[in-house]
Nanobody, 120 residues
Framework: QVQLVESGGGLVQPGGSLRLSCAASGSFFSISSMSWYRQAPGNQRELVAAINGGGNTNYADSVKGRFTISRDNAKNTVYLQMNSLESEDTAVYYC??????????????WGQGTLVTVSS
């Protein structure tokens, strides 16, 4: 089983910054990709940013130039540095990890979500 624990959400003013963290634990063989999704009230969950084991990244157009995803493979942790936050960034942010278990089955795990509120 793979567990993902997110932290770092909270209330921030427009133009401010926050850094989200997500640590993976449990029994697994490898993690291939780690991603951040978000879901605002009334909206579908959307991909914000993703990073693979080689460090290749991709971002939603709405966050390019403002958000940076990074990964510490030794700690099985992914980060999302969010700068120049806007009210439209208000959402619950979810961490996702895909990889293989010790029995070489694929897994697709989700964190519990952390709320980011951008408001003055």
């Amino acid at each position: 089983q793979v567990q993902l624990v997110e932290s770092g959400g909270g209330l921030v003013q427009p133009g401010g910054s926050l850094r989200l963290s997500c640590a993976a634990s449990g029994s697994f063989f490898s993690i291939s990709s780690m991603s951040w999704y978000r879901q605002a009230p009334g909206n579908q969950r959307e991909l914000v940013a993703a990073i693979n084991g080689g460090g290749n990244t991709n971002y939603a157009d709405s966050v390019k130039g403002r958000f940076t995803i990074s990964r510490d493979n030794a700690k099985n942790t992914v980060y999302l540095q969010m700068n120049s936050l806007e009210s439209e960034d208000t959402a619950v942010y979810y961490c996702n990890a895909k990889g293989r278990t010790r029995t070489f089955r694929n897994f697709d795990a989700w964190g519990q979500g952390t709320l980011v509120t951008v408001s003055s």
